[in-house]
């Protein structure tokens, strides 16, 4: 028998949360940073001030990923796909016959991360996985609200697939990038497209409906998501149900066809339900996946700053490499 809906909730005394002392000194001084400040999300309907919103955080967040983006030099070129923007980013010391290729996704709440953090996030993967990268740039919100994202992702899929072998591709990555590389998995096998060799789906947003039960213990323990992204994801959906499998991925039908996946998160880290449940999912329906929690880390982990990211950077380029293969 199904539990009533009205279940009373439970009541949790006020407390403080200490850092723990369970991590690198390095986790344990951006944990003691306490919590960005986020502010509010602007009105639905005021596109002016969204783009105003966009831009500030876009440029909060360039300095951390020029860091982060700074490991491996690198051959960067911008090549236009059936209208969308792509950052071909070619570590130097690959053989002139690698033709592997990670398409990574950027996050954003599904409506920032593009223009020069899309670039220097895709340089960061690259230094990841030791592969070429395509960095979609795709559209978002508030002038190309769904599906113009994911139409992009799966046109650059598509242009991929043309000179690429399926199993020389894999798709990847964090938070709304994790959303859109799921459900161009499941748009490009609906269309019946082949599927790439792998996925990394890193502390994905997979359901926007956000149901998972850490939307509620996390919040305002996550000190890099703090507050809820209903806002930017209604924007994003533009009327459209946000538990449709396209928008939700976590709600998609796994069994009809998905690649081996990685997945990552952390115990702080407000989207663990996510993360946790599309394991899960993927494991019902006989899908290879791999989970990775790191103890303590909010959302997007430690900013590559903590011995902890190094793991997790690794454990990614185990699989990565396994999943590829013997090169062409």
Same mark, same amino acid.
């Given at each position: 028998m199904a539990p009533p809906d009205n279940l009373p909730a439970l009541a949790v005394?006020?407390?403080?949360?200490?850092?723990?002392?369970?991590?690198s000194p390095q986790a344990r001084a951006v944990l003691?940073? @306490?919590?960005?400040?986020?502010?509010?999300?602007?009105?639905?309907?005021?596109?002016?001030?969204?783009?105003?919103?966009?831009?500030?955080?876009?440029?909060?967040v360039l300095s951390m990923l020029l860091a982060q983006a700074s490991g491996l030099p690198s051959d960067v070129q911008e090549i236009d796909v059936a209208g969308v923007r792509i950052y071909t980013i070619r570590p130097q010391d690959l053989p002139a016959d690698d033709r592997r290729v990670f398409?990574?996704?950027? @996050?954003?709440?599904?409506?920032?991360?593009?223009?020069?953090?899309?670039?220097?996030?895709?340089?960061?993967?690259?230094?990841r996985v030791g592969a070429t990268v395509w960095a979609v740039d +795709?559209?978002?919100?508030p002038d190309h609200p769904?599906?113009?994202?994911?139409?992009?992702?799966?046109?650059? +899929?598509?242009?991929?697939?043309?000179?690429?072998?399926?199993?020389?591709?894999?798709? @990847?990555g964090a938070s709304a990038g994790g959303n859109l590389a799921a459900a161009l998995i499941l748009r490009a096998r609906d269309e019946g497209l082949p599927l790439p060799a792998a996925a990394v789906l890193n502390t994905p947003e997979v359901d926007?409906?956000?149901?998972?039960d850490t939307f509620q213990t996390n919040l305002g323990v996550d000190t890099v998501l703090t507050r809820s992204a209903m806002p930017a994801?209604?924007? +994003?959906?533009?009327?459209?149900?946000?538990?449709?499998?396209?928008?939700?991925?976590?709600?998609?039908?796994?069994?009809?066809g998905f690649p081996p996946t990685l997945l990552a998160s952390g115990t702080?880290?407000?989207?663990?339900?996510?993360?946790?449940?599309?394991?899960?999912?993927?494991?019902?329906?006989g899908v290879p996946a791999d989970l990775h929690v790191l103890e303590a880390a909010p959302h997007a982990a430690f900013f590559g700053t903590a011995p902890e990211d190094g793991e997790l950077d690794r454990e990614v380029r185990r699989f990565v490499d396994a999943h590829w293969g013997t090169l062409a």
């Open positions: 005394p006020a407390r403080e949360i200490p850092v723990p002392t369970s991590v003691a940073m @306490g919590p960005m400040d986020m502010g509010e999300y602007p009105a639905q309907n005021d596109a002016d001030a969204w783009r105003a919103m966009i831009k500030a955080a876009d440029d909060a398409l990574d996704v950027h @996050g954003g709440a599904l409506v920032m991360g593009g223009g020069e953090c899309c670039r220097l996030t895709g340089a960061g993967t690259a230094a +795709y559209r978002m919100p769904y599906p113009a994202a994911l139409d992009d992702c799966v046109a650059a +899929y598509r242009a991929l697939l043309e000179d690429h072998r399926p199993d020389e591709i894999i798709v @990847g926007l409906t956000e149901s998972g994801s209604l924007l +994003y959906a533009a009327g459209h149900d946000l538990a449709d499998p396209y928008l939700s991925p976590l709600f998609g039908d796994l069994s009809k702080r880290d407000l989207l663990l339900s996510n993360t946790v449940r599309m394991h899960r999912a993927l494991r019902k329906a």
